[in-house]
C-alpha cells in the first residue's frame, strides 16, 4: 500500500534501515508457538524481541536514528527522555557509537532502571514527577547544549527502525493473516504496519491498548474515554500518541483492541509457562488481545511481538501466583470447629489423603465471629485445578468443618464451585508436535 504522506518511511527506508542494523543488534528468532495456539485457538509465531541486549525493540530505531547523525551532531551528543526501554536502548548504543548521551527520568524511576541506563555510560538526570515535567527539562537542555533528540517514537528513522521487524516477520512466516502489535506512543505499530503492508497487502495489522491507557482508541475514533492509572503495561501506557505515528495508524492499523489488566496478566504468565520466556506488560500485550477476543482470531495465522522483557522479578512471581489462584491451583479457606486437643492434626492428615499440599496455616481464637470455645483455622494450599478444589470442599464439608472460600481478595464466601469455562480453540487446540510443546 502506498504511502500518502511524503514523510512517511517506506519500503526502501525500511529496507536501508534493515542495512544499517545488520550485525548491530540481534536478528532475533520468529518462532512457531503451538503450546499458545492450543491456548487460544489461532495459529500463533512469536518474535522474540525481548532477546535484544537492552531487552527490547527499542534498539532498532534508537540505532537507526543515531547511525545517522552527522560530525557536529555527534560531538554535541544526543538526548531522550524515558523511564525505561528506550533510555536503556539510546545509551546502549550511543556508548557503542561514541556519542554523548543525556537521558532525562522521572524522579520516581526506580532505582533499577536509573542505574541499568547509567551503566551504558549515559548521563542521568532525574528532574520531575511525571514523564511531561522531564520533557520541559529535555527541551532545556537542547536549547542550552545544542543536543539532538532521540525521539522514542514520533521520528521516521525511528519508525524506519522498529519496521524492520516487520520484514523479519514476514521472511520467516511470510503466511501471516495478522500481526498483533502493542501501542503506546506508536513507533513500533507504525513501522511494523509500513512494512508489512508494502510486501502483504492483505494483511492485518491490529493494534493493542491497555484499557486505562486508550489514547489511540480516542484519537482514531473521536472517543474520550478517560486516560491514567495504574497499569501493568507501563511501557504503553502513553497519554499523547505522536503525530506522524497517528497518519500512519489511521490509514493502515486496525482496532485499537482494549485489553483489561487481568488479560495482560494472563499473557505475562502464559509467557512464563508455555513459552519459558520473560514478557514484561507491555511486551504482553498482544497476547493479552488473542486471549481477550479469541473468537477474532480463531484458526487465523497470528503474528505476535514480544517486544520487552524488562519485568521485575517480584512482579513477575506475583502474577504467576495470582493465576494459580484464578485457576484454583492455589485455595485458602476457612474452617471452623470446637477447640479440641487434635483438630489441627485432623485437617492436616485429611488434606494429606487429599492429595493437598499446605502451604500455609493460621491457627486464630478471637475471632468475634466464633464462638468462646470454638477455633478458626486459615488454610492456603496447592491443588491440581479446580475439579481438584472442589473434591477438597466437599471433603471437608462432609467432615462437619463448615469450609469457606477466602477469595484472591480476602474476601470470606461460602464455597461454590467456579463455572467451567467453555472448550476454547479449533483443530488446533487438539494437536501439538510434541517436539515442541
Excluded at 513477575?316 to 486437643?341: G, H, N
Aim: proline share 6%.
Amino acid at each position: 500500500m502506498p504511502n500518502t504522506l511524503a514523510h512517511w518511511p517506506d519500503l526502501a527506508a525500511i529496507e536501508a534501515a534493515a542495512d544499517l542494523l545488520k550485525g548491530q543488534i540481534i536478528r532475533t528468532p520468529c518462532l512457531a508457538a503451538p503450546r499458545l495456539s492450543a491456548l487460544t485457538g489461532a495459529d500463533c509465531v512469536v518474535k522474540f524481541e525481548n532477546m535484544q541486549v537492552t531487552g527490547s525493540f527499542k534498539e532498532r530505531g534508537a540505532y537507526v536514528k543515531m547511525s545517522r547523525l552527522d560530525g557536529e551532531a555527534r560531538k554535541k551528543g544526543v538526548i531522550a527522555m524515558s523511564a525505561g526501554n528506550h533510555a536503556q536502548a539510546v545509551a546502549y548504543h550511543a556508548q557503542r557509537l561514541g556519542i554523548p548521551a543525556t537521558i532525562v527520568m522521572p524522579e520516581a524511576t526506580p532505582q533499577v532502571k536509573v542505574e541499568n541506563t547509567a551503566r551504558f555510560g549515559a548521563e542521568v538526570i532525574l528532574k520531575g514527577e511525571t514523564l511531561a515535567e522531564s520533557q520541559a527539562e529535555v527541551e532545556r537542555l537542547i536549547a542550552r547544549r545544542g543536543l539532538v533528540l532521540v525521539h522514542p517514537y514520533d521520528d521516521p528513522d525511528v519508525v524506519a527502525g522498529q519496521g524492520t521487524i516487520g520484514l523479519e516477520m514476514l521472511a520467516d512466516f511470510p503466511d501471516l493473516d495478522c500481526i498483533l502489535v502493542p501501542m503506546g506512543g506508536g513507533g513500533l505499530i507504525s513501522g511494523v504496519a509500513l512494512a508489512a503492508k508494502a510486501l502483504r497487502p492483505g494483511i492485518e495489522i491490529v493494534g493493542v491498548e491497555v484499557a486505562s491507557y486508550p489514547s489511540f482508541h480516542n484519537a482514531m475514533t473521536g472517543s474520550s474515554l478517560s486516560i491514567g492509572g495504574p497499569t501493568l503495561a507501563e511501557g504503553i501506557a502513553v497519554k499523547h500518541v505522536g503525530k506522524l505515528t497517528l497518519e500512519i495508524a489511521r490509514s493502515l492499523v486496525s482496532g485499537p483492541i482494549l485489553v483489561p489488566e487481568s488479560a495482560v496478566e494472563r499473557a505475562v504468565d502464559a509467557f512464563a509457562n508455555h513459552q519459558r520466556s520473560m514478557a514484561e506488560g507491555a511486551g504482553a500485550a498482544g497476547l493479552a488481545a488473542l486471549l481477550h477476543e479469541p473468537q477474532r482470531f480463531r484458526a487465523r495465522k497470528v503474528g505476535l511481538i514480544l517486544c520487552g522483557g524488562n519485568i521485575d522479578a517480584r512482579i513477575l512471581a506475583s502474577i504467576m501466583v495470582r493465576e494459580l489462584e484464578r485457576k484454583q491451583r492455589i485455595i485458602s479457606f476457612r474452617l471452623t470447629s470446637d477447640d479440641r486437643p487434635g483438630f489441627l492434626g485432623r485437617v492436616a492428615t485429611k488434606l494429606g489423603e487429599l492429595g493437598a499440599n499446605i502451604l500455609e496455616v493460621t491457627h486464630r481464637r478471637t475471632f468475634l465471629s466464633v464462638p468462646a470455645r470454638g477455633v478458626s483455622l486459615d488454610v492456603t494450599v496447592e491443588t491440581r485445578g479446580e475439579p481438584h478444589a472442589a473434591e477438597i470442599f466437599d471433603a471437608l464439608a462432609a467432615e462437619g468443618l463448615n469450609p469457606q472460600r477466602i477469595d484472591p481478595n480476602g474476601v470470606v464466601m461460602p464455597w461454590a464451585p467456579k463455572p467451567a469455562e467453555p472448550q476454547r480453540g479449533s483443530r488446533l487446540t487438539q494437536k501439538i508436535d510434541p517436539t515442541q510443546a
